[in-house]
């Protein structure tokens, strides 16, 4: 931790991802704009972290789209990079997972549906989740980048 915030060091230096980081990423969203500028920018690089340790760690070099808000009825919604968004290949392998046995965790507890369950297999395909002592839900790690 640096300045307050998570950051991530290369070189011995402290480096904040800046908007062209995040945009080059495919991790700058205005949907992630919160409260205060604090949050936002905690938001912002925490998307911007979760992205950097899928290629820094886990090698993936290719991320899916989601579809953006479309304006005009007669014109198909554009298609939107997203750094955090794994491809159906990856994703099925439990990429986004920090180890096999997690990855079947997470995926045996989400076939094993419960009444007013909450839990949206869907989302086990984003960024990386970890198991938590309360649960299954996504915790971030902090990686170092050099």
């Not at 800046?18 to 912002?44: H, I, N, V, Y």
């Not at 290719?62 to 198909?76: E, L």
């Amino acid at each position: 931790m640096c300045g307050g915030r998570f950051c991530f060091s290369r070189k011995g230096r402290s480096v904040e991802p800046t908007q062209q980081d995040l945009k080059d990423a495919g991790c700058w969203f205005d949907s992630d704009r919160a409260g205060t500028p604090e949050m936002t920018a905690f938001k912002r690089e925490a998307r911007w972290r979760q992205h950097r340790w899928a290629v820094d760690t886990m090698g993936i070099r290719t991320f899916g789209t989601h579809r953006g808000r479309q304006i005009d009825p007669d014109v198909p919604a554009e298609e939107i990079c997203n750094g955090t968004k794994l491809v159906p290949r990856d994703a099925e392998a439990g990429s986004n997972f920090l180890n096999p046995t997690i990855h079947k965790i997470a995926r045996d507890r989400a076939e094993a549906h419960e009444d007013h369950q909450t839990l949206d297999a869907t989302r086990l395909h984003r960024g990386p989740a970890v198991l938590h002592a309360d649960g299954l839900q996504p915790v971030w790690r902090s990686v170092a980048y050099r």
